[in-house]
């Protein structure tokens, strides 16, 4: 049998990051080593509560949490997107209090100390801004040599971005941490909005969870409609975009997916360009700013509904 694949998930959880947890916690092919938590969906505070009530509903609080950065490496922090995710973060549904603490490492001590104890076996599985992963590159550069992947959602190289034309949300959160981190030297692939909103779950997908007898479902069913709401009237959606479970289906079953490759540049000007995620095609001077780049695997398709069973399958177990 083959080992798990062990893995970090950065988060913001979040109502898409609560499934992702989920759906990783629920998957043998996964070893999950910790949550490092992030601001983004909601406050760092609020996410780093989150991750350890999840865990705790999940019946998982062997996996350690550690807090993560508060503010983006440059900017400001826009704040909490209440609308999307509710004021608590969990569909303004509530969650029962955990009884533990996070670590008291930061995340970035948390990602080094964890990757550099097992050079080439741990993927990191950002799923909110990339801050965190920018201050563990920095606080070891020997780190990202010694990682075996980051699988990440966020960017859009070919489609337009959801806070705005230029920008996907993460990215948007802090584009100078999310430049630093395209540059690393390992495999990186993008699970951005070019292949997440082509993933998506109906209502009647969101039934079936509705219908599903376990802690973790139950609380899905419970926060999952404060997220419907914002995909019907923004997004005029039949159900949800699936974005942060992607990456995990990623890890589960690649050849569900194409893509492209190219080095990833992110715009970090102070115009209506920034934060967007610039794939770079091409020789000569003029791509100098990418050619010293690895290439990123850019998700851009997807078998949509096995992503979407295979996703609901390890949720009802």
Known sequence: MTEPRRIIIDTDPGVD?????????SSPELDVLGLTTVFGNATTETTTYNA???????????????????????????????FVHGADGQGNAGIPAPTASAVAESAAEFIVRSVMAAPGEITLVPVGPLTNIALAMRLEPKLTEN?????????????????NPSAEANIHNDPEAADIVFGADCPITM???DVTHKVQMTHADLARIGAMSNPR??????ILPCYVDFHTTYEGLDGIFVHDSTAVSYLLAPDAFTWEEAPIRVDCGQSFGRAKTIAGKGEGDSYAAWTPRRPVRILTGADSRRLVELELSRLAE
């Open 17 to 25: 990051d609560a499934m992702a947890i989920f759906y990783a916690l």
């Open 52 to 82: 350890l009530a999840l865990l705790q509903l999940a019946g998982r609080s062997d996996v350690p949490v550690a807090r993560g950065a508060d503010t983006p490496l440059v900017a400001t922090y826009g704040g909490p997107v209440d």
């Open 147 to 163: 990682l075996r992947e980051i699988v990440l959602m966020g960017g859009n190289a070919f489609c337009p971005g959801n806070v």
């Open 191 to 193: 699970a951005g909005l």
């Open 217 to 222: 479902a139950e609380h899905l069913a419970r």
